[in-house]
């Protein structure tokens, strides 16, 4: 079993899409099949955009061993809604996240779309993503 | 319809070519938005056939393809990113370009050449 984990700061625009980047090379090396391999990236990349968007912080955590499981921890504040969240076209991304492209309303709808398993949880304390992938 | 091809039709200049020999590979698809979620939505099966096609000029869009396996990227409006965006796309080896038209010129060109939106 392979484990990584990487540390989230919130509002870190400048290196936002860096984590994902690095994850990318591994899965690459680990050669993981490029149509698994771009459905992981994609997730990866939307769930690290909306943790420096939307949470005070956090971290990413991979393991793979047969499977790939993704863990996205933050530290708060939480999705008040998460039905809502999750509907095509909501955001409540900020003018800063929007400046940078983002704020379409799709992150979680893309990642539920690309993963074979996807469960969030949240609460004012944070929320948890944990997505996971079949290998073979 | 081969990116040389593309670029003569939109009159489009290289910012940065990591690799000459793309200019003679065949591209099928095009993903043309100015928000990234919608183009991370939108996955051709063929991601080295497909190019980018936005106004947004920052890292991003840059990092946005590398997630969908694209390695060329053509901005409208005479876009060009700054250097430090631009260090991220050399590192990262795409290939960017920049026309003067703007995304509905452009679009419309691609759409008369031939080129495929990039399919869910």
Known sequence: MMKYSYVINKDDYINAGKVSSQIKKILKELNVRPDILRRMAIACYEAEINMIIHSFGGEITLVIDNKAEFIFKDIGPGIKDITLAMKPGYSTANERARELGFGAGMGLVNIKKVSDEFNIESSTKGTILTLRFDLL | ?120
């Open chain 2, 1 to 120: 319809m081969i990116l040389r091809d593309i670029l003569r039709v939109l009159n489009a200049n290289h910012i940065y070519i990591d690799d000459q020999t793309i200019l003679d590979r065949d591209f099928i698809c095009v993903s043309v938005t100015d928000l990234m979620s919608d183009a991370l939505a939108m996955v051709c099966s063929a991601g080295e056939h497909t190019f980018l096609l936005t106004g947004l000029v920052n890292a991003q869009s840059i990092r946005t393809a590398e997630m969908l396996d694209i390695n060329t990227i053509i901005y409208v409006r005479d876009k060009v990113p700054q250097q430090d965006d631009l260090n991220v796309g050399i590192e990262l080896k795409m290939n960017l370009f920049t026309t003067s038209l703007s995304m509905y010129e452009a679009s419309g060109l691609l759409y008369e050449s031939g080129l495929k939106t990039a399919t869910r």
